[in-house]
């Protein structure tokens, strides 16, 4: 039998690697502009044709590279970041692994051009799907200038898989974010089909905040200054009152490396406590600089899960740290007593004689006497609505009583036997019954229908939409105060490619300033829905669930427009809501599914419910 384990080549090699460390067009961006940063740049140029797609070129100033240096830079596991297994424990770099480079090569053509400072000449490296069709002596500035064409070209699949222009550039602009927020000594300049997006000069922390964010921003930060021999904490928290439900800016770095990590989130929420709202969330901006010791960066393939050796010290530090800083700019509630007019109260001293007024005592406080003649006239008006008192006892009573009936299970609500064994009349309109605020329940000739109440109102609403847009007839409701959208960078890339399809289905926003927008109009018959809350859905539900095709980008938005308008779950409604609901649900062509599959309606057949018995 012939020997079945044979060693892959390194073409394929490398295209397994790319699926763990290029997953689209912004881990090129990623992984190259860290290498400009560790390269010592000091200026980096980002240019994308396509979100990407057709070409990502980044230009740096740094240290460049020779010409053998140049070639086996895209080799597997070559890298000037370390030498040994102890360097991964004193990383002062961005990368150290060696497979970036060969993962991009692996899927894409690049041609690199550079040169070092002492070289007359640089280099010119054209490689295509790992293989290294020329090298050659090139007149190029000092640094690195890359550029990375057709990705996944070779990998028809991962291409596919990409998302929409719109959402790929914006996780472009997430990633940038990262990169520009911790290295601001750094000029950015990004560049999208011809139009600069933004350009970055250096500055301070604070600065690159309110340069990538907006310049509101910058009112809303409090400085955290935290110094121990365990960590030092630097950066900015946001005023409570600046706190939001969605698009919250948080951001935390440590060693000036991007990191996500949910127990040092909770330690800034823990210092919120009782000055937010439930479900908001603060703005955030700390870098944390550690022993490179007492972390791991080399967990997962994009380095941003890090181990701490100290993190529960930490946690308190953090929390600590945050609360002092609320509380030394006086955003901690504190109770605020009225002292103007207020009379001095001595303290009391059994060595000082205490001086008592001459009071005349037909006059002092009695509790017990009645005050004047006014009291039994108060006696008389009480006894004169004592009639109307009762009533209002009996009819809250009967009310409470009503309130707790309703609230009990379906099946000990006594009123269920009435409406199961009586038939309700031809003429007579079938009383429909809500259990537990979320589903509707109905007789039916072969059992019980359940009807989920949210569910059936989003497939109403959807199929409502769709019909207008078809006929043409949607139509628009103007705001009368419009409402303000705070977008991140990334947010408004995407709500710019939806505009098109948001004004059909009946959407007016316009742009303020940076990235807030405000919302002029909505769909009509959306009477009393957050209408900023529902763009920022429709965005939300673009960015997580990519952009549809073309011609199912109506329907992706009417569908969210349905969900956020819909009656909620849990709400109460009223019998003549339920009776219009069930009544529209029942006239639809497709009433038993909503229209991404989930179920509307349950039937619970006689035959079960006799077996209950």
């Known amino acids: 039998m012939s020997d079945v384990i044979k060693l892959l080549p390194d073409s394929v090699a490398n295209q397994i690697a790319a699926g763990e460390v290029i997953q689209r067009p912004a881990s090129v961006i990623k992984e190259l502009v860290e290498n400009a940063i560790d390269a ?26 020779s010409e053998t240096d140049a070639r086996l830079a895209f080799e597997r596991h070559s890298t000037s970041k370390i030498r040994n297994a102890e360097d991964l424990f004193t990383l002062h770099t961005m990368g150290f692994r060696g497979e970036a480079l060969a993962s991009i090569a692996a899927i894409s053509q690049v041609e690199l051009r550079t040169r070092r400072h002492d070289a007359q000449l640089g280099t010119r490296l054209v490689i295509n799907a790992s293989h290294c069709e020329s090298q050659e002596p090139d007149m190029c500035p000092v640094g690195s200038n890359f550029m990375v064409k057709n990705i996944f070209f070779n990998v028809p699949a991962r291409r596919r898989f990409l998302k929409s222009n719109q959402v790929e550039l914006s996780n472009i602009v997430k990633e940038f974010e990262k990169l520009a927020l911790v290295n601001y000594a750094v000029e950015f300049t990004l ?15 604070r600065q690159r905040i309110a340069a990538l964010m907006g310049n509101s921003i910058d009112q809303q930060l409090l400085p955290v200054d935290i110094d121990t021999s365990l960590v030092k904490i630097q950066g900015y928290v946001g005023k409570p009152e600046n706190a939001r439900k969605r698009n919250a800016l948080q951001f935390m770095f440590v060693n000036e490396r991007y990191m996500r990590h949910p127990y040092f989130h909770k330690a800034v929420m823990s210092a919120y406590e009782q000055l937010i709202p439930e479900g908001e969330q603060p703005n955030y901006f700390l870098r944390f600089n550690v022993d490179p010791q007492s972390i791991d960066v080399n967990i997962h393939p994009t380095k941003t899960e890090i181990k701490f050796e100290d993190e529960m010290p930490i946690w308190q530090i953090l929390a600590a740290g ?7 700019f006086s955003e901690v509630p504190s109770i605020d007593f009225d ?23 037909d006059t002092a406080y009695n509790p017990f006497k009645s005050q004047g003649s006014s009291q039994p006239r108060q006696h008389a008006a009480s006894v004169s609505n004592w009639d109307e008192l009762y009533a209002n006892f009996e009819r809250k009573k009967r009310e409470s009583t009503d309130e707790q009936q309703a609230s009990l299970p379906f099946e000990e609500e006594p009123a269920v036997a009435d409406v199961s064994v009586t038939a309700p009349a031809a003429n007579v309109q079938t009383a429909y019954l809500q259990l537990k605020g979320r589903y509707i329940l109905s007789p039916a000739k072969s059992g019980l ?11 109403i609403l959807f199929d409502r939409y769709i019909g207008r847009i078809h006929s043409g007839s949607m139509s628009s409701q103007t705001i009368l105060f419009p409402e303000v959208l705070h977008l991140s960078p990334a947010q408004a890339v995407t709500l710019e490619g939806l505009l098109p399809e948001m004004e059909k289905m009946g959407f007016v926003l316009s742009r303020m300033s940076g990235n807030d927008w405000a919302v002029n109009a909505i769909p009509a018959g959306l009477d009393g829905v957050d209408a900023a809350a529902m763009v920022q859905q429709i965005i939300e539900s673009v960015e997580n669930g990519g952009m549809p095709l073309k011609k199912r980008i109506l329907e992706h938005l009417a569908l969210t427009v349905a969900r956020s308008a819909a009656i909620p779950a849990g709400r109460t409604l009223m019998q003549e809501e339920m009776d219009l609901i069930v009544a529209d649900l029942l006239r639809l062509p497709e009433p038993n599914y909503t229209p991404d599959g989930k179920t509307i309606i349950q039937m619970i057949p006689i035959d079960h419910i006799a077996k209950m018995f």
């Open 40 to 65: 010592q740049a000091t200026h980096v140029q980002i240019i994308l044709k396509d979100s990407g797609r057709t070409l990502i070129q980044i230009i740096d100033d740094g240290v460049g590279m």
């Open 191 to 205: 560049i999208h089909n011809d139009n600069v997006m933004y350009k970055l000069m250096k500055g301070t922390f």
């Open 322 to 328: 945050v609360k002092e800083t609320l509380g030394r």
């Open 339 to 361: 002292t103007q007019d207020a009379p001095t109260i001595p303290a009391y001293s059994s060595n000082v004689e205490v001086h008592r007024p001459e009071i005349d005592v």
């Open 449 to 459: 229908m359940v009807i989920d109440q949210h569910r059936a109102h989003v497939r």
